[in-house]
Structure formats: C-alpha cells, structure tokens
C-alpha cells in the first residue's frame, strides 16, 4: 500500500495484519513459522502515527491471538511475539483488559520457566507493558513474580551475571509498583519486598564489567519503583531505620556523575544538627589517574560542536551561566567530615571520562572550578571520536536522568513523612556557612548552582522548597541578633547561619541561572524561605538583598517569571508585618526602585527602565529633600503594582502565550495582574500607614478592576477594597497605636467609599453570575468605617443595607455567609443599632441564617447573633426601658429558641450561640420571665448553658459558656435564689473551677461565682459553703497543670478566685460563718499567702481577669473585715478568729501597698 494514501492507512494496514493473524493455523513447519514472523515484523515495523482509529479491545484479541498461534519451543517466535506485545503496548498507549492480561501474563511467566535465557530480556519487556497501570490486576500472579522464590527477585538479584536480564528484572517491578490512583496497590508484603530489592539494586552497581550506560539505565529503574511505592503512601519509613536508608540512597544518587563531586555516604543517615558525611574530592586513583588518555591538561573550554537544532542555545545559556559567577564557589557549603566503612560511594562517571581532574571546590580557584567538569577538555587534547562523544553526551543525560529521579524520590519522601521528622535530617541536605579552612560539604544548594541540567536544578529547588514549606516554628528558633562569644555554637545560631546560607546561594543562583523554567523554581523557593524565616530574630539585610535582587525579573519576558517575582515581594511585604527593614525599603521612591543593586546581573535593564512607569507630577529632583512627604512619589513596589495592573503593556514586551482577546492583548496577562493586586492586598494589610498616602489612587485601580470582564480581575479588586477598609478599621480602633494626626481623615475615608458605592461595587453585590464576587463584595462592604457609613448619602446607607438584607436569602452558601456576617458588622454600627426596625430586619435574616444547611452560614449566622444580642444589651443600658418595651417579645423568644437549638450544633456555631444566649438572659425583664410561653425557653437555654460547661468541647465553647452564665447571673430578674436549676448552675461552675485543664476556662468560671451581688442570689448555706470550699480547693490547685503552656496563666486565675472570695466575704451571714472559719482553721496559711500576693501584686494585664488596682483589693479586703466584724450573731470566739486573721492580712498589705500608692497611680 502506497504511504501517501492518508490517514487510513495505518488502520487498514493493522486491521489487514490482523485479519490474516486470525486466518493463520498453528503448526510446526517453517511455512508456518515463516509466515508467522513476517506477519510479526510487519506489525513491528509500523509507526501507527494516526492511532486513535485502533481500538483496543482488537489490540487485546490480536495479541491474545498471536499467544495462541506460538507455542513455547518455538522460541524464536516467542521472542517475536514478546517484542510486539511491548511494541504495540507502549506505540499505542494501551493498557490491556483483565482476562487479556491474566492470558498473556500466565503465556509470559510460562515462557521465562521453560525457554532459554537468550530470550528473557524480550518476554521481561512484555510483562513490564503488560503489567504497567496494572498491578491490582496482577494479584494472582505476584507469588510467581514477587514471592520468595519469585522469578523477578532471582533476576533482579546482585548474583545475576546478565545484567540486561537484571535491569530487565527491575524494570518489571517498577511497572508492577506503579500507583494508580482509586485502585487497590500491592499488598504490604510485595511492597517491602520490591522496595529491598531496588535498595540492594541502588547499593550494588559498581562490578567493574558493567558499562555506565547499563548502569544508568538500571538505577533509573529502580528509582522510579522506589518513587512509585512512595507515592502509594501507606509506607512506615519509621521501622529498621528505612528512613535513613532512603535519604542515605537520595543523597548519593543526587550526585551521580555530578561533574567534579565525590562524597562518602553512610549507609544510613541519623537525625543530627551537623552533617554525618565526608565531601570529598576524589583521588587521582579514584578518577582514573595517568591510565586516562583524556585527562585534562589545561582549562580552556572545549570548542563547541555540531549538535542538534535545540542544543546549541541551551549549551550557549550553560555557558553564560557557568561564567556568569566566580564568587558562587567561595564555600557555599561546608560541614565536619566523617566516614565509616558502611558506605556507600557515589559513581563517578563513565569509566573513560574525559576528566578526571576535579576542580577545587574550596573557592581557590574559582574561575576554573564553576565550570561543570565536562565542559572544561581542551578540544587539541580530547581524543573522542564523533561516536565518543556522542556516547558521552548519552552518558551525561542518563546520568543526569539518575540524579533527576533520586531528588523525585527524595520529594516523595519529604511527602510520606512528618515535617517535623525531617527536620531532624535538615543538616544533611542543607548546609551551613562554611568556617575558614573548613572543608566544603555538598548540598540541594550545590546541585542547584553547579548542575549542568536545567532539570535537575529545578529538582533540587523544588525539593528545597517542599523543605521549608510550613518550616516556620522549626525556623522559629534561628537567632544570630547576638554575638555569640562562647565555648560553643548555639543550635539557634548554627540554623541562623543555615539560613544566611541559603538566601546567599539562592540569590547567586538566580543571578546565574538562564533556564526560565529552572528560574521559575528559585524564585518558588525563595518565596517560600522568606515566608518562614523569623527575620526578627536576625541581623537586618536579608531582605534588603532578596527586594534588590528580584526587581529586575518583574520585566522578564517569561510570564511565570514574573508571577513568581511579583509572588515573592508579597512574601517580603507579608512576613512578620510590619519589619522595619521592609519599611525602610518601602520608603524608597519609585525613582530609586530601578537600580539593579550591583548584583552582577547579566540581563541588560537601562532601556526598559520606564516601560512601566506612569506620568510623574512633581519634580524628581526634590525627592530626597522631601523624604517626609511620602505623597510626592509612590513607592517602587506600589508604582510597579499599579503600572502592572492600569497600564497597556509595550509593544516590545509582549508575550507569546497571553491569553486571547482585546483586553488581554491591550495589557498584562490576568495571572501578572492578578498577582499584583495581591501583592497589594497584602501590602495594604502589612503597612497600612504607608500604603494609606495612595489611598485615593488605589481604590481608583480597584474601581477600574472591579469594572473589567475578566472575573479573576473584579474578584481580586473587590478583595483590594476590602483590605483597604479593613485597613482604616483598624487604624481608627480606641486602641490603634496609630496617633490621631496620622490615621486617614475620616472625610477622606467617606470620598473613599463614595466612589466605590458609585461605581463598579454595587453592580458586582447584585452580580448572580458570579458568586465568589459577591462574596468579597459583601466583606469589602462590610469593611466600611461606622463614623464614615454615618457620614454617607442616605441612599448609598439604604443600598448596603437592602443588598445585603436580600443576598441573605442568596442559594449560594459563601454569598449567604458573607451577607449574614456584614449583617453582624452593621448591627454594631451606632448609627443604626438603635434603629428597632434595622434591629428587628436583621434578627429575622440571621435567625433564617442560623437555620441554613450549610455549617459556614450556621457560623457566620451565630457570630453576627452574638453581635446583635451584644447590641441589645448596649442598648438597654444607653437607651433604658424604651428600647425593651418597643422590641417585640415574639421575636425575642424565637431568638431564645434559635439560640438554644444552635447551642447543640458544632463548636464552631456553639460557642457564639451560647454567647448570645448569656446576652439574652441578661436582656430579659420581669414582664418576660412572668409570661407562660417564656418560662420553658429560659428553662431549656439555661439547661443548655449548664450542659455545655459541662461538656467536653472547645475551650473557647466552655469559656463563652461560662461567661454567658455570669451575663445571665447579672439579670435581677432571673429567681436566681428560688429556681431549681439554680444549684445544677453553681454545682456546673464550682466543677469547672477545680478540675477543668484550661485554666482561662476556670479563670472565668471564678469571675461567673463573683457576679451574685446579694447574699440570697447564692441559694442556702451549704450552697454557699460549697462554693467557698471549690475555690479554696481550686486556689489550693493553681499551679497543678499537666501542660505547661497554661503556667502563663496560673497569676490571673489566683487573682480572680482570690477577688471572687473576697467578694464571698463580704456577704457572709451567720449561718455560713462556720465553714469560713473551719477553713481558715485548717488552710490559713495558704489563703494568706495567695491573698497577700494578690492585694500587693501590679494591675493585671490578662483581660480574662476583671482589673483592679491594689487600692481597690485593699479596700475589698477591709469591707469584708468591717462585715465579718458586724455579725453579732456568730459566737465571739468564732468571730474572733477570723477578724484576726484578716486584720493581720490587712496590717501587711497596708504597710506593703503604702510606699507604692504613687507608683500604681502613673500606672494608671
């Protein structure tokens, strides 16, 4: 069939094949044999480049069908048959169905028990396609495969002088390993199994008749089947120091034929704050000495030759990298050397490399030794021929492939285990700052600025990156702030220099680095390192490094480039907010923010310096006499988001990949924007008072955001709105350490919100279409300052308030969470708060909120009741009856009611319910007590308020708890003396008070037992007594914890049991003065000495304490003695003893607090 017939042909020519393979009869004589193979060649042999007309249900029946046709002695065309089974499988890209499979896997392992060995390498290839995505089908065959005397295990086997056969081997257990997601995977014995053997494989590669293209090939294998099983999960890498094993293995092998390296590894590497391993050079012995014909005699770099279309220009990037900078090799690693005779050693290289001469990695010579090895043959004294040469470039990317795949098995690894398990490994893979004299030790860092291949850097960071994502409470201890002049280096100070490392390495890689994708993956890591590092407990300077750095690649041609350098200045803007450092260089003018730093760049920047900046006003030349008026000139980092963000991008700077369209053409692609407005999101959010001299500016580029088609534009603008009214919010809080000179005047906050409200914000509330729009919509209205709302054009007040009160009924649940929450930040508002009908409009919204099915509405609807029964005690006590008597009583017992049944809901949605349930009880009047239909809802949420402190929930659930029961104990109208629920109540409290672990949780238990303001509020005297006697018990227990992150809080819980029993005393009768004075008999001394510590001690700074000054205890102390003193009912003797005991407390405490009168008062 002629081959320029179209499409159809490679169809019709597998459907002809296999039409005769079915007309053809088995048999013994050469005609069939014969015919037989030809057929097999002439399958073989086609390309299928149009494929995806052969179906694989024929694919199947032919080759199940050829299995028939060859009987096992007939080897040669089992061989044959094997080759096609591989050949179509993998040409085709078809995994085949389960009852082909258990065929022809059963044909195959048959074929290896009975044919010669010559043919085992072909039916090996056969069973890895066959058994490629398919190992949960193979579980019937695995005991013949992977069993104890499994055919692959003996193959596989260091003893196997094949070792094609070997590679072969281990190639079909890698397939086998393979980890399909939503499948079953091999069980757990085939598993530890398969993954001993590819470690044996990785330990047993040197015999000295193996060539290195071999070698590659089989390290290649058995790594990809120690990344699959890794993959897999599932795996316990705690057990027989398996972890160890595989980090020993990855660290060697991240190495493998790296141009001029040589370490010793031991064979298991242990958690340790230094580094466990020698880097060494290698010897001449090691590398081949004077037996090399190709040894290196002098240090020019070898000519460049011929090769194909795609090299020349990556080679040409190689070089420029490689020379880009000298100063990458002065020691970017080092570490204390140490070897063992368990080792394992790393191969270096092809047997005839054509240099063994390994380039000082001590920063001597470092014009010569940042050049990779193999680039630096003199071309007059290389003696490779073409073919040579061509098998070293082979050579060079198989090797480079072996240390790809042991840096993806060692992410797999940093996947399958515990971070903080790793950490214990940190000094293994990333280095410290060499001491003087001091050997280097090779690290992730060594890979990523010395590695030929773009690839394998790019491994390397990815690793890296992995490592110190989340790594911030490990980082957390890095300090160097201080000198350290001692006998030894502090941990804190070695991590410290780990980190200064890292960012120098880091920095030279990217100056160096040419590949874009490679360049991606620094900036990645970058990004992560400043994320977790606690620049605050560092010398300052890092960051002055990375922002001057990572300026220039915002204009670089590759779009994921600047995604990433805009992503790592939100990072810089982002971390431990607001850091002086950061405000120094956000204080620059934009006119200084295009220096290059004098980093040694190789990207040319002086004729694109103004592409991206907007008109100026105002002279240049004033900048630094006018330093002090920020609203001159914008900042570098604001100016660059805004010209990223607003303005066209230029003709000669345009990309290859941006998204179609006009808009898209006209300016940025939407990922570069998009990361701008985060950037200054997060800007806004970190430095407010810098950001607040643009703030007219910025909220016109979120105005003209918010108006774009593109809804990843709108979203992020809407979000830009929100943080810059979160912003002011915070700025004009009473307890904003902002001065009042310096916050945003609020007239210039109400032009701010004018023009939202008149331009793009309404349209994206009311937008259906787009419901994550609506949502930040919904926060950014939320985020309106209440003296600026109040200052509003009526109508602008009654469209919020419409809006919001109509997407409350939204079918989207995060619109609907976001309305109900902006409800809640309304009803606060002193402008409207004291409006009944707003009040009563919300109360309906949020109690059909708190009935939604979704669990983020139930929150979000629980906290905005928390606020608005916030509102009505506020109101009671600013606006008096009034108020109480307009408020409908039907809507108050349903808000009883929903409050109630929210209290049972998740912690998440009880801990506001029962809040607001405490506010309610404290709203109510007699009138509402003494109505039937009220008496069985404060019944059922009392209950609910005793039940919950009671609980095992949340802290936060039981601490809300106990301080709506102390909110409830305020209400004069609650029988608090006569009510049966009255004793459960204090029984719940004085419980809590003794035994319950988190001490804020007993803190205000104490504060609810103070609350009662007469003595009958406290029921009977054994009621009474009870409650004395839990917090004697509980003073007694103040520093019994079983976790010592609650010891910070045993000062403020004596201070308020020590208040709340002073409160006791002073309401003493006669009938509880026996347990007062019993105690006192038998833990006098105790309360003494708490009670003295309290009445002397500073004011309390723990808001979970009720504050009081010394002044205030002493007098408490002296109403209590002047009351006990007063019970003439109480025997002399009994009375006696107990107003001694306090008089001689009050003698001290006077004579303690005297002196310091005029102190507490300037505290004050």
């Not at 922002?547 to 992503?567: A, E, F, G």
């Not at 005793?946 to 708890?961: C, D, F, L, P, Y």
């Not at 049966?980 to 719940?988: C, V």
């Not at 104490?1006 to 009870?1026: H, M, V």
């Given at each position: 069939m002629d081959a320029e017939e179209g499409f159809p042909r490679p169809h019709c020519d597998f459907q002809r094949f296999y039409t005769k393979l079915f007309t053809i009869r088995a048999a013994d004589g050469e005609s069939f044999k014969t015919e037989l193979n030809l057929v097999f060649d002439q399958l073989i042999s086609e390309n299928y480049l149009n494929h995806s007309s052969i179906n694989r249900e024929d694919v199947c029946s032919l080759l199940v069908q050829a299995c028939r046709l060859v009987q096992l002695n007939q080897e040669h065309l089992v061989s044959k048959m094997c080759q096609l089974i591989h050949h179509l499988l993998n040409r085709l890209q078809v995994t085949v169905d389960e009852q082909s499979l258990e065929l022809l896997l059963s044909y195959c392992i048959r074929a290896l028990q009975q044919c010669n060995s010559w043919t085992h390498v072909e039916i090996l290839q056969a069973v890895a396609a066959l058994v490629y995505a398919n190992g949960p089908r193979c579980q019937k065959f695995l005991p013949d495969l992977l069993g104890k005397n499994g055919i692959l295990l003996q193959l596989s086997a260091p003893t196997q002088p094949d070792v094609d056969l070997r590679r072969a081997a281990v190639h079909c257990m890698a397939n086998l390993c393979l980890c399909v997601p939503g499948q079953l995977y091999l069980e757990e014995q085939y598993k530890a199994v398969s993954l001993q053997t590819f470690l044996i494989v990785m330990k047993n590669t040197k015999a000295p008749e193996i060539d290195d293209v071999t070698v590659c090939k089989l390290l290649q294998n058995a790594l990809k089947g120690i990344h699959s099983i890794l993959n897999a999960g599932r795996m316990n890498l705690a057990q027989n120091d398996l972890l160890g094993t595989l980090l020993a293995v990855f660290k060697t092998y991240m190495f493998y034929g790296f141009p001029g390296v040589n370490i010793e590894v031991p064979a298991v590497l242990y958690p340790a704050p230094l580094p466990q391993y020698e880097g060494s050079s290698p010897t001449k012995d090691q590398m081949g000495g004077a037996t090399n014909p190709s040894k290196q005699v002098g240090h020019k770099k070898k000519k460049s030759r011929s090769k194909n279309k795609k090299e020349p220009l990556e080679e040409q990037k190689e070089d420029q990298r490689d020379t880009a900078q000298p100063e990458l090799l002065?020691?970017?690693?080092?570490?204390?050397?140490?070897?063992?005779?368990?080792?394992?050693?790393?191969?270096?290289?092809?047997?005839?490399?054509?240099?063994?001469?390994?380039?000082?990695?001590?920063?001597?010579?470092?014009?010569?030794?940042?050049?990779?090895?193999?680039?630096?043959?003199?071309?007059?004294?290389?003696?490779?021929?073409?073919?040579?040469?061509?098998?070293?470039?082979?050579?060079?990317?198989?090797?480079?492939?072996?240390?790809?795949?042991?840096?993806?098995?060692?992410?797999?690894?940093?996947?399958?285990?515990?971070?903080?398990?790793?950490?214990?490994?940190?000094?293994?893979?990333?280095?410290?700052?060499?001491?003087?004299?001091?050997?280097?030790?090779?690290?992730?860092?060594?890979?990523?600025?010395?590695?030929?291949?773009?690839?394998?850097?790019?491994?390397?960071?990815?690793?890296?990156?992995?490592?110190?994502?989340?790594?911030?409470?490990?980082?957390?201890?890095?300090?160097?702030?201080?000198?350290?002049?001692?006998?030894?280096?502090?941990?804190?100070?070695?991590?410290?220099?780990?980190?200064?490392?890292?960012?120098?390495?880091?920095?030279?890689?990217?100056?160096?680095?040419?590949?874009?994708?490679?360049?991606?993956?620094?900036?990645?890591?970058?990004?992560?390192?400043?994320?977790?590092?606690?620049?605050?407990?560092?010398?300052?300077?890092?960051?002055?490094?990375?922002?001057?750095?990572?300026?220039?690649?915002?204009?670089?041609?590759?779009?994921?480039?600047?995604?990433?350098?805009?992503?790592?200045?939100?990072?810089?803007?982002?971390?431990?907010?607001?850091?002086?450092?950061?405000?120094?260089?956000?204080?620059?003018?934009?006119?200084?923010?295009?220096s290059t730093s004098g980093s040694g760049t190789p990207h040319r920047l002086s004729d694109t310096d103004s592409w991206r900046k907007p008109q100026q006003t105002g002279s240049r030349d004033g900048d630094k006499e006018n330093s002090e008026s920020p609203a001159v000139e914008l900042c570098w980092l604001t100016q660059l988001c805004i010209s990223i963000i607003t303005l066209p991008k230029p003709e000669p700077y345009s990309d290859s990949d941006t998204n179609t369209g006009a808009a898209a053409s006209l300016y940025e692609p939407s990922p570069v924007r998009v990361e701008a407005l985060q950037v200054l999101a997060l800007l806004v959010k970190g430095y407010f008072t810098m950001a607040q001299t643009s703030l007219l500016e910025l909220g016109e580029v979120a105005c003209k955001c918010m108006e774009e088609p593109d809804p990843s534009i709108q979203l992020h603008g809407a979000r830009l709105v929100e943080e810059i009214g979160s912003g002011i919010v915070q700025q004009h809080k009473l307890d904003s350490p902002t001065p009042l000179d310096h916050r945003v005047p609020v007239n210039q906050v109400v032009i701010f919100w004018s023009r939202m409200l008149n331009g793009p914000l309404p349209g994206a509330l009311q937008n259906d279409e787009h419901s994550t729009l609506q949502t930040s919509t919904c926060d950014a209205v939320s985020s309106i300052l209440p003296e600026a709302f109040n200052s509003l054009p009526n109508e602008k007040q009654i469209l919020c308030i419409t809006?919001?009160?109509?997407?409350?009924?939204?079918?989207?649940?995060?619109?609907?969470?976001?309305?109900?929450?902006?409800?809640?930040?309304?009803?606060?508002?002193?402008?409207?708060?004291?409006?009944?009908?707003?009040?009563?409009?919300?109360?309906?919204?949020?109690?059909?909120?708190?009935?939604?099915?979704?669990?983020?509405?139930?929150?979000?609807?629980?906290?905005?009741?928390g606020n608005l029964t916030d509102t009505l005690i506020a109101n009671m006590e600013s606006m008096g009856l009034g108020f109480q008597e307009e408020f409908s009583d039907v809507l108050l017992l349903k808000m009883l009611e929903s409050a109630t049944h929210a209290s049972s809901d998740k912690d998440k949605v009880k801990s506001n319910a029962v809040r607001a349930l405490g506010n309610l009880l404290h709203f109510l009047q007699p009138h509402h007590i003494s109505k039937p239909q009220f008496k069985p809802g404060i019944e059922e949420s009392?209950?609910?308020?005793?039940?919950?402190?009671?609980?095992?929930?949340?802290?936060?659930?039981?601490?809300?708890?106990?301080?709506?029961?102390?909110?409830?104990?305020?209400?004069?109208?609650?029988?608090?003396?006569?009510?049966?629920?009255?004793?459960?109540?204090?029984?719940?409290?004085?419980?809590?008070?003794?035994?319950?672990?988190?001490?804020?949780?007993?803190?205000?238990?104490?504060?609810?037992?103070?609350?009662?303001?007469?003595?009958?509020?406290?029921?009977?005297?054994?009621?009474?007594?009870?409650?004395?006697?839990?917090?004697?018990?509980?003073?007694?227990?103040?520093?019994?914890?079983?976790?010592?992150?609650?010891?910070?809080?045993?000062?403020?819980?004596?201070?308020?049991?020590?208040?709340?029993?002073?409160?006791?005393?002073?309401?003493?009768?006669?009938?509880?003065?026996?347990?007062?004075?019993?105690?006192?008999?038998?833990?006098?001394?105790?309360?003494?000495?708490?009670?003295?510590?309290?009445?002397?001690?500073?004011?309390?700074?723990?808001?979970?304490?009720?504050?009081?000054?010394?002044?205030?205890?002493?007098?408490?102390?002296?109403?209590?003695?002047?009351?006990?003193?007063?019970?003439?009912?109480?025997?002399?003797?009994?009375?006696?003893?107990?107003?001694?005991?306090?008089?001689?407390?009050?003698?001290?405490?006077?004579?303690?607090?005297?002196?310091?009168?005029?102190?507490?008062?300037?505290?004050?």
């Open positions: 002065h020691g970017p690693e080092s570490g204390k050397q140490r070897g063992g005779d368990l080792t394992l050693s790393l191969l270096q290289g092809p047997k005839n490399y054509s240099d063994r001469t390994v380039p000082s990695l001590d920063g001597k010579d470092p014009s010569n030794s940042f050049y990779p090895s193999w680039k630096k043959i003199n071309s007059s004294d290389s003696e490779y021929s073409d073919t040579e040469g061509g098998i070293q470039s082979k050579l060079r990317s198989l090797q480079g492939k072996v240390r790809q795949g042991a840096l993806a098995g060692f992410l797999s690894t940093i996947k399958s285990v515990e971070k903080k398990v790793l950490y214990g490994y940190w000094s293994s893979f990333i280095a410290d700052v060499p001491g003087i004299g001091s050997p280097q030790t090779v690290s992730l860092m060594t890979i990523a600025l010395k590695d030929p291949s773009p690839k394998v850097r790019a491994g390397a960071l990815q690793v890296l990156s992995v490592l110190l994502e989340g790594s911030k409470q490990f980082l957390s201890v890095a300090e160097d702030t201080n000198d350290h002049r001692r006998a030894f280096t502090p941990f804190s100070a070695t991590l410290a220099s780990s980190i200064r490392e890292l960012h120098r390495c880091l920095l030279l890689a990217l100056v160096a680095e040419s590949s874009p994708q490679t360049l991606t993956q620094i900036i990645k890591c970058l990004a992560n390192l400043v994320t977790n590092v606690p620049y605050n407990r560092l010398k300052p300077g890092l960051l002055t490094r990375v922002w001057n750095h990572i300026k220039p690649y915002n204009r670089r041609r590759d779009v994921n480039v600047r995604v990433c350098s805009l992503t790592l200045l939100g990072a810089i803007v982002s971390v431990q907010a607001p850091l002086p450092e950061v405000q120094l260089l956000l204080q620059q003018p934009s006119s200084s923010g295009l809006v919001l009160l109509g997407l409350n009924h939204s079918e989207h649940p995060l619109v609907k969470a976001a309305a109900v929450r902006a409800l809640g930040v309304y009803i606060l508002f002193p402008s409207l708060r004291q409006d009944v009908m707003f009040v009563a409009d919300t109360a309906n919204a949020i109690l059909t909120s708190l009935d939604d099915k979704s669990l983020n509405v139930r929150t979000k609807a629980a906290w905005s009741l009392i209950q609910a308020l005793i039940r919950t402190v009671q609980s095992e929930a949340t802290m936060k659930v039981r601490w809300n708890a106990c301080y709506a029961l102390g909110n409830m104990f305020k209400n004069p109208a609650i029988p608090l003396d006569s009510a049966p629920w009255a004793a459960q109540a204090f029984s719940a409290l004085t419980s809590v008070v003794k035994t319950c672990k988190n001490f804020k949780v007993r803190i205000k238990s104490a504060t609810a037992l103070s609350i009662p303001n007469t003595r009958e509020r406290y029921g009977d005297s054994k009621q009474f007594c009870e409650i004395w006697s839990a917090l004697v018990l509980a003073l007694e227990k103040s520093e019994e914890t079983e976790d010592f992150l609650e010891f910070k809080y045993c000062a403020s819980l004596r201070t308020q049991i020590c208040q709340t029993l002073l409160h006791l005393l002073h309401l003493v009768t006669a009938e509880d003065h026996p347990c007062i004075s019993k105690t006192i008999s038998e833990k006098g001394g105790l309360i003494r000495t708490f009670v003295q510590r309290f009445l002397t001690s500073g004011v309390e700074a723990d808001e979970t304490v009720t504050r009081t000054d010394p002044q205030d205890r002493v007098r408490m102390l002296q109403k209590a003695f002047q009351h006990i003193h007063s019970l003439q009912e109480v025997p002399v003797g009994e009375r006696e003893l107990v107003v001694q005991y306090l008089d001689k407390i009050l003698k001290h405490c006077v004579e303690s607090t005297e002196p310091q009168s005029g102190l507490q008062d300037t505290q004050e």
